[in-house]
């Protein structure tokens, strides 16, 4: 299946995993700019601090551009992450986001197609009983479905509002 090619060459394109209403792809958000993020619902600080600022930038957003942008959060813990806890969880960010997962080989394909990373990693003194480690990038996805940008851990609510302004 061959993909458009955007800055970041074969990486990215379509994809489809469960989300509370049904299967959720990429495709069903063409024309709008997607913000892809990779993480957990028990990640204890980089996913609600990264989740929270996406939720900022998209509100620093004039009205008619929100409606434009999506933001998809993926969790790589559907041991933990049943579809109602992360549907839950994501519209606490921003009430459109949506939240999906599939079985482990569905989410390290994915990974590797956006250029992710996660692993499980066991936390023998913690109550949680293990952690998953992860990449903290938001993946920029513009209207036509192609990677533009990935945005690192630590950007500023308006540096987010920009790089999606810019895709708009």
């Known amino acids: 299946m061959s993909r458009p090619k955007g800055e970041y060459g074969n990486l990215g394109g ?3 995993l469960q989300g ?3 299967p959720v792809s990429l495709s069903n958000f063409k024309g709008k700019v997607v913000v892809l993020y990779f993480g957990y619902t028990s990640c204890p600080d980089v996913c609600p ?3 929270a600022t996406l939720g900022q930038a998209i509100r620093l957003l004039p009205k008619d551009e929100q409606n434009d942008v999506q933001g998809i959060f993926v ?3 559907p041991e933990r992450d049943n579809l109602q806890k992360l549907a839950d969880y994501s519209r606490f960010f921003y009430p459109t986001m949506i939240g999906i997962t599939g079985q482990d080989n569905q989410l390290q394909a994915l990974a590797r197609q ?3 990373f996660y692993r499980r990693v066991e936390l023998k003194d913690s109550a949680m009983g293990y952690a998953m480690d992860h990449t903290s990038s938001l993946y920029l996805i513009n209207k036509d479905g192609v990677l533009s940008k990935a945005i690192h851990h630590g950007s500023t609510p ?3 509002k ?3 302004q810019a895709l708009l």
Do not use: C, E, K, R
Request: aromatic letters at 10%; proline letters at 0%; charged letters at 20%.
């Open 20 to 22: 509370i209403d049904g």
């Open 14 to 16: 379509d994809f489809t």
């Open 158 to 160: 308006d540096q987010i």
């Open 162 to 164: 920009n790089s999606i």
């Open 49 to 51: 601090t990264s989740l």
């Open 114 to 116: 956006y250029g992710a």
């Open 75 to 77: 969790s790589v813990d």
